[in-house]
């Protein structure tokens, strides 16, 4: 009845002072909490209550092991999350569980690669990334992460180094040459004096014997 009558605030209340209370009512309660937070998904309202509901529901799902659900009640508070280290962290913990409980290793390279492009400094998201690039063969897929988090940097040397890993996957995974040499190209172009870059567009002139374009260099 109170949800009923759209007194939203109260109705969290009753349902969660049920679900702590009450065993006899928990199953109704959390049902009734789920059905709130499924209107205003299906709605695609950034309703606050959706957080309120979340933190209410995830511990539930993370006892009973359903992963799929807490990914979901997770993913609900996520959206209310604006620090970018505070959503990484969250999306990190959402690729976790995607990768060694609900045994996806595709679907959780995409979180963290979410969760990189948000945080591109952080060396231990960029492994994880890299391995499950690695392990699930997702070579285009690479390319197009790392090309989202080169966007989102300022500092020319760790865009050159992200560039670099663009170039390494067309020339060596994509056996795209034009693409591999766009790529290393633009690595040296933001930092001409990178001997990392330098080094790249080298090798890669060597093994075409691309010789005039290794003379310029």
Not at 33 to 60: C, F, H, K, N
Not at 163 to 187: C, F, I, N, P, T
Request: hydrophobic share 40%.
């Amino acid at each position: 009845l109170l949800e009923q009558l759209n007194e939203h605030d109260e109705a969290i209340e009753t349902w969660k002072a049920l679900l702590e209370e009450d065993d006899a009512s928990f199953e109704p309660a959390f049902e009734a909490l789920e059905r709130m937070a499924q209107d205003w998904r299906s709605l695609g309202v950034d309703e606050p209550r959706r957080q309120v509901i979340s933190e209410i529901l995830t511990p539930l799902y993370k006892a009973q092991d359903h992963w799929e659900a807490w990914v979901r009640a997770t993913e609900d508070g996520l959206d209310f999350i604006f620090d970018p280290e505070e959503r990484s962290e969250v999306l990190q913990e959402i690729a976790q569980c995607i990768e060694t409980e609900v045994l996806d290793p595709v679907r959780a390279l995409e979180y963290y690669a979410l969760a990189l492009q948000g945080q591109a400094e952080n060396e231990a998201v960029e492994a994880h990334v890299d391995r499950l690039i690695e392990s699930t063969e997702s070579w285009a897929r690479g390319v197009h992460i790392f090309e989202n988090v080169v966007g989102e940097i300022f500092d020319s040397e760790e865009a050159t180094r992200f560039w670099l890993k663009v170039g390494g996957l067309y020339e060596s995974k994509l056996m795209d040459d034009e693409r591999a040499h766009q790529a290393y190209d633009q690595a040296r172009t933001l930092t001409p004096d990178s001997i990392s870059a330098i080094k790249e567009l080298r090798q890669f002139y060597v093994a075409r014997d691309r010789h005039r374009e290794l003379v310029d260099l």
